[in-house]
C-alpha cells in the first residue's frame, strides 16, 4: 500500500536552532514528492515540487531534498513566523488521473 | 490572479442534515479535487473533476458527493450528516490533474 510517513509529529524550536524534517515514502515509480505549508485554519500552501533523487529546492530559510526513499525539509536559523504545520505528499496514479497522498504533517513551533 | 475561493468558511449543522460547499479553482484550471482534513486522520482524498467529469474517487460513502460545472467551478454535498463529518473541507485546483495543486482556505463544517 502507498504510505507517507512524516517525523517527528511535532517539533519545538529556539529561534535560529537549524533541524531537519523527515518524510518517508513507500509508493512504486515516484513521480513526485510535494511539500506544503499550513497555517492554523487556512488551507496548505504550495512551498516545493521534486521529482527525482537528488533534486535540492530552496526558498528562504527552507531547503528541500529528495532521495529514493524519503525527503528532508531542513529549517536554517528558524524565525517565530515558520511556526505552522508542514505537510508533505506524493501523486498516486488512480483512474487515469492523480490523487495526492499526505502525510499525517508536522507540527512546528519556534520560539523566540 | 485570484486563488482558489471556497465558500462557506464556516458552517454548523445539525446531524441529518445536508450540506453544499462551493470551490470557485484558479482561472483557466479544469481540475478540481476536494480533500477532508481532520486531527485523526490528516488530509484524505476525497473526489476530483475534471472537465464536468468525475475522474477519481477515494474512500468515503455515496453520502459524499459532487460535481462541476462548465465554467470549472464545483460544489460538493454531503448527506445525512454525521458527527464524524465534521472536519476542514479544502479544495485545490490544477491546469489538467497535474500534482502541485494549489489549495483554498477551506470550508470548516461542524456538525453537532
Known amino acids: 500500500e502507498d504510505q507517507v510517513t512524516q517525523s517527528p509529529e511535532a517539533l519545538r524550536l529556539q529561534e535560529g536552532e537549524s533541524s531537519s524534517l523527515n518524510c518517508s515514502y513507500t509508493v512504486s515509480g515516484l513521480r513526485g514528492l510535494f511539500w506544503y505549508r499550513q497555517d492554523p485554519g487556512k488551507g496548505p500552501e504550495f512551498l516545493f515540487t521534486l521529482y527525482s533523487a537528488g533534486e535540492e529546492k530552496e526558498k528562504e530559510r527552507l531547503k528541500a531534498t529528495l532521495t529514493k526513499k524519503e525527503s528532508f525539509l531542513h529549517i536554517t536559523a528558524p524565525k517565530p513566523e515558520d511556526s505552522a504545520t508542514y505537510l508533505c505528499a506524493v501523486p498516486i496514479s488512480q483512474g487515469g488521473s492523480e490523487k495526492l497522498v499526505f502525510g499525517k504533517g508536522m507540527k512546528l513551533t519556534v520560539n523566540p | 490572479k485570484a486563488g482558489v475561493t471556497q465558500t462557506p468558511r464556516y458552517l454548523i449543522k445539525t446531524r441529518g442534515q445536508q450540506v453544499t460547499l462551493s470551490c470557485s479553482p484558479i482561472s483557466g484550471h479544469r481540475s478540481v479535487s476536494w480533500y477532508q482534513q481532520t486531527p485523526g486522520q490528516g488530509l484524505q482524498f476525497l473526489f476530483e473533476?475534471?472537465?464536468?467529469?468525475?475522474?477519481n474517487k477515494g474512500n468515503f460513502p455515496g453520502r459524499f458527493s459532487g460535481r462541476q460545472f462548465s465554467n470549472s467551478r464545483s460544489e460538493m454535498n454531503v448527506s445525512t450528516l454525521e458527527l464524524g463529518d465534521s472536519a476542514l473541507y479544502l479544495c485545490?485546483?490544477?491546469?489538467?490533474?497535474?500534482?502541485?495543486?494549489?489549495f483554498g482556505q477551506g470550508t470548516r463544517l461542524t456538525v453537532v
Open positions: 473533476y475534471f472537465s464536468e467529469t468525475q475522474r
Open positions: 485545490a485546483s490544477s491546469l489538467s490533474g497535474e500534482t502541485g495543486a494549489f
